[in-house]
Nanobody, 124 residues
Framework: QVQLVESGGGSVQAGGSLRLSCAAS????????MGWFRRAPGKEREGVAG???????SYADSVKGRFTISKDNAKNTLYLQMNSLKPEDTAMYYC??????????????????WGQGTQVTVSS
């Protein structure tokens, strides 16, 4: 079982950047499909980005070209680089791990382990 702890959230103006980190313990990120999800107030949880064991990535259309997911197996850490942030990116961001195989699908039901979240607030 893997434990996940997010960090790196904060407040930023529109157009700015943040990098989220997700430190894993108890197991290694290389054993899972890893993903980032977010939930904005009054909205459903949304898959943002995913990366599988061999580094294949997927992104929500709303963040393509702006966000980059990556992982450092040696540091056992998942990252989400967020550039050109918009007010609509404001949400609680969660790191998650899936025991599924194949390409990373951004479906929350397929993810088995979740972090506590880190808040991202983008002001206009």
């Amino acid at each position: 079982q893997v434990q996940l702890v997010e960090s790196g959230g904060g407040s930023v103006q529109a157009g700015g950047s943040l990098r989220l980190s997700c430190a894993a313990s108890g197991s290694t990120v290389s054993n899972y499909i890893m993903g980032w999800f977010r939930r904005a107030p009054g909205k459903e949880r949304e898959g943002v980005a995913g990366i599988n064991r061999v580094g294949i990535t997927s992104y929500a259309d709303s963040v393509k070209g702006r966000f980059t997911i990556s992982k450092d197996n040696a540091k056992n850490t998942l990252y989400l680089q967020m550039n050109s942030l918009k007010p609509e990116d404001t949400a609680m961001y969660y790191c998650a791990a899936s025991r599924s195989l194949g390409v990373p699908r951004l479906r929350a039901v397929e993810f088995d382990y979740w972090g506590q979240g880190t808040q991202v607030t983008v002001s206009s």
